[in-house]
């Protein structure tokens, strides 16, 4: 009877899917009749914002992605990774969730720190998920200032961060938006941040993207509409990367790829196309803290307990949730983002 349940929902799904973001609720400056100029006229902004806000949200509608250049302190981006290499130089004492996508550890490649061992966290492949529920320098860094304030201006909303990701090498992630992934109650309603710990190098995996894809491109049916289920979606993720990457190629839309520096900060459209190059040298590192973000009205709630009331965590006028299934473990590296007031 299940078996035929599913078959059904899969056939309801690749007649009904979604085809495209709901047109209701875009962010407005995805709307064709986004006015820029208007919007900076009537919307207070701080006066010591360190970038000019008109011309990045200019360039972020015609091109997906802005790149907030030195704003990110070096000493908080340090404190930041410290607590990360603690987690890594003593994984039995955390429960953080970290995915390690490679075929030795299948089918479990999601697991708790405490469940692998510090050379295992240090390969390739390796991500670590959410690790601003248990360090107060990434809480503080996910929500510095200068970025909540950009992103404030695209949803014109108050801003939640929805997810992070850790890593220590490239992702070398096949070419992808973040829209089927990452979904929130009102899917349009999200972005990205990428923030280097360190310079990033030719040779490290570097992230790549196509500017202006995120208005080019169609959005591709995994068989069930635009977003991926790993229950219901009849073309692989594989099928996806393949028709992006062919997509970009007809539209004459130019592979770039991204070299910035500590202290940067790239915010990309959830349908900006992206992905991670190849390491061609495989020492070189590409530490790197990855944040979601989502507007107050789109992520009401934690995504891991829908329907119920979040304890939050807020700062510079953004939002984190306590993760449900380890709350013990929330701010249990609190010493070093004590240590940083600005």
């Not at 990360?84 to 089918?107: G, H, S």
């Not at 929805?162 to 979904?183: E, K, N, R």
Request: glycine share 6%; with cysteine; charged share 25%.
């Amino acid at each position: 009877m299940t078996t035929l349940k599913n078959l059904a929902k899969k056939i309801y799904y690749r007649f009904n899917g979604p085809s495209e973001f709901d047109s209701e609720t875009l962010p407005w400056i995805d709307r064709e009749n986004a006015n820029i100029s208007e919007f900076i006229k009537s919307h207070q902004q701080r006066s010591d914002l360190p970038y000019n806000l008109e011309e990045k949200l200019n360039f972020w509608k015609e091109n997906g992605y802005v790149v907030l250049e030195q704003i990110i302190p070096h000493e908080l981006i340090d404190l930041y990774w410290s607590d990360v290499m603690e987690l890594i130089n003593n994984p039995a004492k955390f429960k953080t969730f970290i995915q390690i996508d490679r075929d030795e550890y299948k089918p479990r490649l999601m697991r708790q720190a405490l469940e692998w061992t510090t050379e295992q966290i240090l390969g390739k492949m390796v991500k670590i998920n959410d690790f601003h529920n248990q360090s107060l320098a990434a809480k503080k860094l996910f929500l510095y200032k200068d970025i909540i304030s950009f992103l404030e201006a695209i949803f014109n909303s108050k801003i939640v961060g929805m997810q992070s990701l850790s890593f220590i090498y490239g992702s070398q992630q096949p070419t992808h938006a973040d829209y089927p992934w990452v979904t929130a109650k009102i899917p349009s309603n999200l972005a990205a941040a990428w923030i280097p710990v360190e310079d990033v190098h030719i040779n490290s995996g570097p992230l790549y993207y196509y500017a202006g894809s995120h208005q080019k491109v169609k959005k591709f049916n995994f068989g069930n509409g635009i977003y991926y289920s790993g229950q219901y979606s009849t073309k692989t993720p594989l099928e996806y990367a393949q028709y992006l990457d062919n997509q970009c190629k007809a539209l004459g839309i130019e592979k770039q790829t991204l070299l910035i520096k500590k202290g940067d900060v790239l915010i990309w459209h959830s349908a900006l196309v992206h992905g991670g190059s190849i390491i061609n040298d495989p020492q070189q590192t590409r530490k790197s803290f990855v944040c979601h973000y989502s507007s107050e009205q789109a992520l009401p709630f934690h995504r891991e307990a829908i329907g119920v009331e979040p304890k939050k965590f807020k700062l510079n006028n953004g939002t984190l949730y306590e993760d449900p299934r380890i709350p013990e473990q929330e701010n249990i590296l609190s010493e070093r983002g004590e240590g940083f007031k600005s």
